[in-house]
């Protein structure tokens, strides 16, 4: 599956990079502010940003260290992400690689901060490329990932599940935060803090971001207006005149290092 799901990840976000870079869901936020405060970067850190998508957490840790690689799968996501980072960013510090996230081209230890925001549940692989994350983490470096929370309860899990597929064919799974943990926790990592964001949605923006025609936002519309209130009360779901206006989500921040000493 995965050398075909890539490509399909690619093709999907080759036709959408416009709507991701022009999103300004993704270029603020106090998950962004939370992870600066727990990452600490100082003027000697280097940082790897994984799946960038449109560059916008790349940029915002720009000028609080000495060197950002922002990485993504899709060649498209990366051009529209440097002339997004160009145009705003009035900074000099960032370079762009092409890169799996599974399979990271840099060397180990080449990195001592990491973030990766909003990407993972696109991945077929999430533990390997969490061992990819500590291979090119420095001793003592310092890892931030966030992504969607999935929720405990099954119900209300499996109609996210559900959504999410329906609305982008390339998103896979989230996970519950004690997966993220085990997944750090087996990949070598230390982990040291998580906490969760609320994140409200415009539906019909979040929909046709992901390039849905009329017909398939109106298919999701209706699987949402559908669903039992507890699924409503969850997500906070705001309606009007049967149409779905908003809804809530949860954003899990996992705060992570590579220890120092680390067993043989």
């Given at each position: 599956?995965?050398r075909?799901f890539?490509?399909?990840?690619?093709?999907?976000?080759?036709k959408?990079?416009d709507?991701?870079?022009?999103?300004q869901?993704?270029a603020?936020?106090?998950?962004l502010?939370?992870?600066?405060r727990?990452?600490?970067?100082?003027p000697?850190?280097?940082?790897?940003?994984?799946?960038?998508?449109?560059?916008h957490?790349?940029?915002?840790?720009?000028?609080?260290?000495?060197?950002?690689?922002?990485?993504?799968?899709t060649m498209?996501?990366?051009?529209?992400?440097?002339?997004?980072?160009?145009?705003e960013?009035k900074?000099?510090?960032v370079?762009?690689?092409e890169?799996?996230?599974?399979?990271?081209?840099?060397?180990?230890?080449?990195?001592?901060?990491?973030?990766?925001?909003?990407?993972?549940?696109?991945?077929?692989?999430?533990p390997?490329?969490?061992?990819?994350?500590?291979?090119?983490?420095?001793?003592?470096?310092?890892?931030?990932?966030?992504?969607t929370l999935?929720?405990?309860?099954?119900?209300?899990?499996?109609?996210?599940?559900t959504l999410?597929k329906?609305?982008?064919?390339t998103?896979l799974r989230?996970?519950t935060?004690?997966?993220?943990?085990?997944?750090?926790?087996?990949?070598?990592?230390?982990v040291q803090?998580?906490?969760?964001?609320?994140?409200?949605?415009?539906?019909?923006?979040?929909?046709k971001?992901?390039?849905?025609?009329?017909?398939?936002?109106q298919?999701?519309?209706?699987?949402?207006?559908?669903?039992?209130?507890k699924?409503h009360?969850?997500?906070?779901i705001?309606?009007f005149?049967?149409?779905?206006?908003?809804?809530t989500?949860?954003?899990?921040?996992?705060?992570?290092?590579?220890p120092?000493?680390e067993?043989k």
């Amino acid at each position: 599956m995965s050398r075909d799901f890539k490509e399909r990840v690619r093709e999907q976000f080759s036709k959408t990079a416009d709507g991701y870079v022009h999103n300004q869901g993704f270029a603020r936020g106090d998950d962004l502010a939370e992870a600066v405060r727990l990452l600490k970067p100082t003027p000697e850190d280097t940082l790897l940003d994984v799946a960038c998508g449109g560059g916008h957490t790349a940029l915002y840790f720009a000028s609080l260290v000495r060197s950002v690689v922002a990485s993504d799968l899709t060649m498209q996501m990366l051009k529209r992400a440097q002339e997004y980072i160009s145009e705003e960013g009035k900074v000099e510090n960032v370079t762009f690689r092409e890169a799996d996230a599974e399979d990271l081209p840099f060397p180990a230890g080449a990195f001592t901060l990491l973030t990766c925001r909003i990407a993972p549940h696109h991945f077929p692989d999430v533990p390997r490329a969490m061992r990819e994350f500590h291979r090119v983490l420095r001793r003592g470096g310092r890892m931030v990932v966030i992504d969607t929370l999935l929720p405990d309860d099954p119900e209300i899990a499996e109609f996210y599940q559900t959504l999410e597929k329906m609305r982008d064919p390339t998103h896979l799974r989230a996970y519950t935060e004690a997966e993220w943990i085990a997944m750090a926790t087996d990949a070598g990592f230390t982990v040291q803090k998580t906490k969760t964001f609320p994140k409200t949605h415009d539906f019909q923006e979040w929909a046709k971001r992901a390039g849905l025609n009329r017909e398939g936002v109106q298919r999701l519309n209706r699987f949402v207006m559908q669903a039992p209130p507890k699924i409503h009360d969850y997500f906070q779901i705001e309606t009007f005149a049967g149409e779905v206006e908003s809804y809530t989500d949860q954003k899990l921040l996992l705060f992570a290092t590579r220890p120092e000493k680390e067993k043989k």
